[in-house]
C-alpha cells in the first residue's frame, strides 16, 4: 500500500487507510511495519518537540485560509 503524500495533510482527516484516526497524532501512533521507527522517533519525543512536528503538519493545508 502506497501512503498519500503529505501535502494537504492537515484539511485530509479523517486520518489512517480506513479513517479511524481523528488526529494527526493518532495516526502518527497507529503506524507499525515500515513506518515503526518513526513512529517510535515520534512517541520518544518531549511533548514540546510532538507539538512542534503536529504544528508543521497542521501548515501543511491545500488552500490556507
Known sequence: MITEPLWGVATTSPY??????QTLEEV???????AQASR???VA???ANKNL????LNSLV???P
Open 45 to 47: 519525543l518531549s511533548r
Open 16 to 21: 489512517g487507510h480506513d479513517g479511524r484516526s
Open 40 to 42: 517510535d522517533a515520534f
Open 62 to 64: 491545500l488552500f490556507p
Open 53 to 56: 512536528v503536529l504544528a508543521f
Open 28 to 34: 502518527i501512533i497507529r503506524h507499525g511495519g515500515e
